[in-house]
């Protein structure tokens, strides 16, 4: 799953304590951001607006004289969204994290805002994966006999990577129904990895080996997106850590409650993610066996296209079809001319460059297209055509 570093879609976000940084410059018509705090301390309304990101920092809450009726009250105010926004939580070692709404993820208070803007805008795209591949098992169904990859098999797993010694403390945290696995360095870590599916990667080891096993982890496209939380035993690491591609950072020391709510949350949003990318997977292929079948039949497309716009409509976004033919790209004329199949030729294009939430298919008596959830992934897609027909002897 290659990263996106910019919000899918706009809004305000919500915010205790600390505040989203901006993307490089103001948004037009962006909505200002909301201080919970006060919204709910003077009894305003909340804007009809969905939010980018709920932004909850601990060391706020914690200020708050009646933290209980301000969770009881932004938990009501979360249920009224109309569809799933990231809900993303600031805390620090030690932090009792119990009595809370339950965040999408949760990251160390002194991550970059760099790199905290990344990373609601990596939890914008993972839930629109998720929502994404729950509507095409509804409008396409399975595929007969399909298998799946060996990291997407398998129950819950948390893979400890390193020699730091914290397996039995790890253990203590974790949730009974999750399978913890250790591994001595990271290329036993890799086989792990290759062989069953995990929901996260606890990275305990010095900090010169966790920088480079969690780069090796983030080069590999298999894991990507993986959860991967690295121990840092300095707080001066945390930052290298986050930029490096860490999900999460764990300071030493380790407190047991405040370790077993991060885990679990970060293998929540794991097993979300592999389950999303296994229906992905799986719709690919049977979009690729409508081939033999004269393309995808209307009715189903149709049934997907319904589905999909109303999801994205939700939040304030709609669906964008290109149409696949040689003649809307920049195609030389003796490819035009020389490639004996053009038509195909741009569809296996904008296969292999597309992401995989983006629908590419032939649609039977239509021909081939891709959907696509934004202008911007449109024009992103066409220019990945454009330069490989333009470059490329066909």
């Known amino acids: 799953m290659d990263t996106e570093t910019s919000l899918l879609w706009h809004g305000p976000t919500w915010f ?20 919970l705090i006060t919204t709910w301390r003077t009894e305003a309304v ?10 909850l920092d601990k060391d706020a809450l914690d200020r708050l004289d009646k933290r209980a009726d ?9 249920e009224d969204l109309r569809t799933d926004v990231p809900i993303l939580l600031l805390c620090k070692a030690g932090d009792d994290l119990s009595g809370l709404v339950r965040p999408t993820a ?31 098992r509804m409008s396409f169904g399975r595929v007969p006999g399909y298998g799946s990859a060996p990291h997407h098999k398998g129950t819950s797993g948390l ?44 990275l305990d080891d010095t900090f010169d080996e966790n920088l480079e096993n969690l780069r090796r982890i983030r080069m590999d ?65 049977w979009l690729r066996e409508q081939l033999n079948t004269g393309g995808v039949p209307q009715a189903f497309y149709t049934r997907y296209s319904e589905k999909a716009g ?3 409509a939700k939040r ?23 490639a004996p199949d053009l038509y195909g030729t741009v569809l296996s294009i904008a296969d292999a460059t597309s992401r995989e939430e983006d629908l590419v298919c032939f649609v039977h008596d239509v021909g081939p297209i891709a959907v696509l959830k934004s202008e911007r992934g449109k024009a992103r897609l066409q220019a990945r055509i454009n330069a490989i027909l333009g470059h490329t002897r066909l």
Not at 224 to 242: G, K, M, R
């Open 106 to 136: 949760i990251v160390d208070r002194e991550i970059p805002d760099d790199t905290l803007f990344a990373t609601a805008c990596d939890l914008q795209r993972s839930l629109m994966r998720s929502e994404e591949a729950r509507i095409r």
């Open 46 to 55: 909340l804007p009809d607006t969905l939010p980018s990101v709920i932004l």
């Open 221 to 285: 496209a298999r894991f990507a997106a993986l959860p991967v939380l690295a121990v840092a035993e300095q707080a001066s690491d945390i930052p290298t850590l986050f930029r490096a591609g860490a999900s999460d950072v764990l300071r030493l020391p380790l407190q047991e409650t405040n370790l077993s709510i991060r885990l679990s949350t970060a293998i929540r949003f794991g097993k979300r993610r592999r389950l999303a990318d296994k229906v992905l997977a799986e719709s690919h292929k």
């Open 16 to 35: 205790a304590g600390r505040c989203l940084p901006g993307s490089a410059g103001p948004i037009p018509g962006l909505t200002s951001d909301i201080d």
């Open 159 to 202: 893979l400890i990577v390193g020699m730091g010694g914290r397996l039995l403390q790890v253990q203590q945290a974790s949730q009974r129904n999750v399978e913890i696995v250790g591994a001595f360095d990271q290329q036993m870590g890799e086989d792990y990895l290759a062989q069953r599916a995990f929901d996260a990667v606890i």
């Open 70 to 78: 301000f969770t009881a009250w932004l938990a009501v105010a979360i």
């Open 316 to 338: 304030g976004l709609e669906i964008w079809e290109m149409k696949l033919l040689p003649e809307n790209f920049s195609t030389p004329d003796e490819a035009t001319l020389l």
């Open 310 to 312: 109303a999801a994205l």
